[in-house]
């Protein structure tokens, strides 16, 4: 029994140190690289077939909660508009994100969406609340998630928006934001 454990041990310690090699998130291809994770990925990440995007109108979100995620420093809030929350045909959870800086300045709009079945993230467009209108993104470029770098929303949103690959219904994942999270707290782990 204790070989076994011993042996978990060592290959979590192992896969754990694999993340942290030097590469940044956008110079990471799958099979790239000559650290543990490069041995395992041996193939390019799968781009999620997507539908027809429908933009929010950001002149009606007017729900929003706070997102909450372990991060060193701390310059930011973050908050997730519950009204734009969507789950298309494609699997894919769709949302708008705004991100403002605790000294002051300008408010930063994103609209997102998240593959739970690849584990991926990209940014559709950026809001422009003033004018009521998005800057659509000119890349289409899907990236891993991750929860160990500076501004990695998208990490800790996964947590709450997806289980086992697949993603938590909508009003599920509106009702979990809506509750006074403790730590450690999970959304399978609730009472019903």
């Given at each position: 029994?204790?070989?076994?454990l011993?042996?978990?041990c060592?290959?979590?310690?192992?896969?754990?140190?694999?993340e942290?090699?030097?590469?940044?998130?956008?110079?990471?291809?799958?099979?790239e690289?000559?650290?543990?994770?490069?041995?395992?990925?041996?193939?390019?990440p799968?781009?999620p077939?997507?539908?027809?995007?429908?933009?929010?109108?950001?002149a009606t979100?007017?729900?929003?909660?706070?997102?909450?995620?372990?991060?060193?420093?701390k310059?930011n809030?973050y908050?997730?508009?519950?009204?734009s929350?969507?789950?298309?045909?494609?699997r894919?959870?769709?949302?708008?994100i705004a991100?403002?800086p605790?000294?002051?300045?300008?408010?930063n709009?994103?609209?997102?969406g998240?593959d739970?079945?690849t584990?991926?993230?990209r940014?559709?467009?950026?809001?422009?609340?003033?004018?009521?209108?998005?800057?659509?993104?000119?890349?289409?470029?899907?990236?891993?998630?991750?929860?160990?770098?500076?501004?990695?929303?998208?990490?800790s949103l996964?947590?709450?928006?997806?289980?086992?690959?697949?993603?938590?219904?909508?009003?599920?994942i509106?009702?979990?934001?809506?509750?006074d999270?403790?730590?450690?707290?999970?959304?399978?782990?609730?009472?019903?």
């Open positions: 029994m204790h070989k076994i011993l042996l978990t060592l290959l979590a310690g192992l896969v754990q140190a694999a942290y090699e030097t590469h940044t998130p956008d110079n990471i291809e799958a099979g690289g000559d650290g543990l994770m490069g041995f395992f990925k041996n193939k390019a799968v781009i077939a997507e539908q027809e995007i429908q933009y929010p109108d950001l979100l007017k729900q929003w909660a706070p997102v909450k995620f372990a991060q060193e420093i310059n809030n908050y997730l508009s519950l009204d929350l969507s789950l298309g045909p494609d894919i959870v769709r949302y708008v991100v403002t605790k000294a002051g300045g300008p408010k709009i994103l609209f997102e998240i739970c079945k584990n991926q993230y940014t559709y467009a950026w809001g422009n609340p003033n004018k009521n209108e998005w800057q659509k993104s000119t890349q289409v470029k899907w990236k891993p998630l991750s929860k160990n770098q500076y501004n990695a929303w998208q990490g996964s947590d709450n928006f997806c289980q086992m690959g697949d993603p938590w219904p909508v009003e599920t509106r009702k979990d934001f809506t509750v999270k403790q730590a450690g707290d999970c959304l399978g782990c609730r009472a019903k």
